[in-house]
């Protein structure tokens, strides 16, 4: 069986819970009680030392720096045997922020798109902002319209089409068809401060309609988790007892397509490896 | 760097348009010689063909390149509620509202021209939704064109280009067709596969509702003398304000004298009952999608013989 590389481009921006999903899947890995475990050890462990610590002891990692982009390689191997090497980022958030706002994709970025073989994205719909307009609320009669254009906020739905369509573009994928590769995973993180219950996709198509319509329209199958890497919201410098005496890795969970919930966060990513090894 | 002055010269950059092997050796270069370039991080940063605003005739290419996409011109008189159908499509867009299952949201490459064209519409902290600015004309060859690609259930994928086109350029394309400054609008009726004519309830009801019925009359013989046989459909905007039976007729009849199978439509943004998405606004949608340019009709070729061979041999 040959040895798979799955190179993952994780898209979310600030906060949305890179390094903590990073650092709790690596302990997973380690631990090794998961549908994914660690063949091996890992190349360099830097980069979620912080992260790890951190969570051991119950407390929230800080802020990634802005300027951060690095690279681990974790060989990786599943139950019915196949392996591979995950090659995971971690980054400050900042930097797929400012791919959108200033319109242009560093050399550094496209090479990243370029090997990637699958791309995660990483939604906190908690922070997405929607706006009530015309239809949702509507009222009698409309206002006077504004002489001056008045400055306008562009939704973050639309910022987030946008992205995704710079990062096709670099990656130089046309539009004509649907898209297997690379892979499109959608995690909704922080899935426990949302308090929904129901399928990760509805609750996606719900809250943000057209984002879904562009995702499903440009994959073939793209696939929608819920994700709660915590499992509950931790303090910078409040060390959570709970977390210390049984361990981050007895916390966290993904909801699958259909609802039901599974303690295994590694799914989402064992799914990758799997997918792979049919084609 | 200095770049060749000649103008069809991109020099440097490329090698002499003029065929000189040495750039120092052409009559037209008066630049320096080239400098070696070096690899800074800062150049290594990809720029994107498309800004997200309005597209406009140099960045339509990008979009235009893998087929033609459909135009869909709206001609309209000032104030007749253009600027706002674009903006309601879109905010039906957003929720998902705007097309079902066969029309997938694919895209778009002016997605902030979208935005900005809806915001007025959109509840702003304090703020309630307003009239979308006036669209201005700035004496520009061609309109702003917001782009939106969906995808069939046949996995295709078609481009549609709306024209954001102020008023003005169709009141003065109506009196005259090669007026000067009406250069958008012929822009528009040369290039669009759909034509959508904007008849304003509100003004067609209000205090010059003579003018209003007289302009919109030159419009529709105008539109009638330059469509080609492309679809025109009549689209009554504001459909909550009510207008005389008398004055509604004499406009249908404008346009179905002159061009008897356009589509009729009424829009208006004020829902009826408890709908939350307007009045209209899908159905008019719906139909544009659902317009087909003209195709080539191949004359059929009778066989001559029985050998299949020959099957198109002379007669």
Not at chain 2, 30 to 45: N, Q, S, Y
Request: aromatic fraction near 8%; proline fraction near 6%; glycine fraction near 8%.
């Amino acid at each position: 069986m040959s040895v798979k590389q799955q190179s993952i481009l994780v898209i979310g921006e600030s906060n949305v819970g890179k390094t903590h999903y990073g650092a709790q899947l690596l302990k997973r890995l380690i631990v090794g009680d998961c549908a994914l475990r660690m063949a091996g050890a890992a190349s360099n462990l830097k980069p979620f030392e912080k992260a790890m610590d951190s969570l051991a002891e119950g407390m929230a990692t800080e802020h990634t720096p802005a300027t951060t982009y690095v690279e681990s390689v974790w060989p990786i191997a599943d139950a019915s045997g196949r392996s591979g090497s995950l090659i995971w980022p971690d980054y400050g958030g900042e930097q797929v922020r400012n791919l959108i706002a200033q319109r242009k994709v560093p050399g550094q970025w496209r090479d990243r798109v370029l090997s990637a073989t699958d791309w995660v994205l990483l939604i906190r719909l908690h922070t997405i902002r929607s706006t009530d307009d015309m239809f949702s609320r509507p009222i009698a009669t409309l206002g006077k319209a504004n002489a001056e254009e008045a400055h306008h906020q562009v939704s973050d739905q639309s910022k987030l089409i946008e992205l995704l369509q710079m990062l096709l573009y670099v990656a130089g994928l046309d539009r004509d068809a649907r898209r297997n590769t690379p892979s499109l995973t959608v995690l909704l993180t922080c899935w426990d401060e949302l308090g929904v219950k129901g399928n990760p996709q509805e609750v996606m198509r719900e809250q943000l309609p057209m984002l879904f319509s562009f995702i499903d329209s440009t994959w073939r199958e793209p696939a929608v988790f819920g994700l709660s890497a915590l499992e509950k919201p931790l303090s910078q410098n409040d060390p959570d007892q709970e977390y210390a005496i049984r361990g981050p890795e007895q916390f966290g969970f993904v909801i699958l397509a259909d609802g039901t919930r599974i303690e295994d966060i590694t799914v989402p990513i064992q799914r990758l490896l799997a997918d792979e090894d049919v084609v | 760097m200095d770049s060749c002055p000649h103008c069809n010269c991109f020099a440097p950059d490329t090698t002499c348009a003029l065929g000189n092997m040495e750039l120092s050796q052409c009559p037209e270069w008066k630049g320096a010689a080239p400098e070696v370039t070096t690899l800074d991080t800062e150049k290594d940063d990809i720029l994107l063909p498309w800004t997200g605003s309005a597209l406009g005739l140099t960045d339509l290419s990008f979009v235009t390149g893998r087929a033609k996409p459909i135009i869909v011109g709206i001609a309209g008189p000032e104030s007749a509620g253009k600027t706002t159908l674009l903006a309601s499509w879109y905010l039906l867009l957003a929720r998902s509202l705007l097309t079902d299952k066969a029309w997938q949201f694919g895209g778009s490459f002016s997605l902030e021209g979208w935005e900005a064209v809806a915001s007025a519409l959109r509840w702003a902290p304090g703020q309630p939704p307003s009239f979308p600015p006036h669209t201005s004309s700035r004496g520009a060859r061609a309109p702003g064109l917001l782009h939106v690609a969906f995808r069939q259930e046949n996995e295709q994928l078609r481009d549609f280009l709306f024209a954001d086109a102020p008023g003005e350029w169709f009141q003065r394309w109506a009196i005259d067709a090669n007026a000067e400054d009406a250069e958008g609008a012929r822009w528009i009726a040369q290039h669009a596969d759909v034509l959508l004519l904007a008849a304003d309830r509100q003004a067609l009801s209000g205090s010059r509702l003579g003018a209003a019925r007289n302009a919109f009359q030159l419009l529709a013989t105008r539109v009638a003398a330059e469509r080609r046989g492309r679809p025109v459909a009549l689209v009554w905007t504001k459909a909550d304000v009510s207008i005389a039976p008398e004055m509604e007729e004499r406009i249908r009849q404008a346009v179905t004298s002159v061009m008897p199978d356009a589509a009729e439509f009424s829009v208006s943004i004020f829902p009826e009952g408890t709908g939350n998405t307007g009045v209209g606004f899908q159905e008019l949608f719906r139909w544009i999608l659902g317009t087909r340019r003209p195709s080539v009709q191949l004359p059929s070729a009778a066989p001559s013989g029985n050998d299949p061979l020959f099957v198109f041999g002379r007669r």
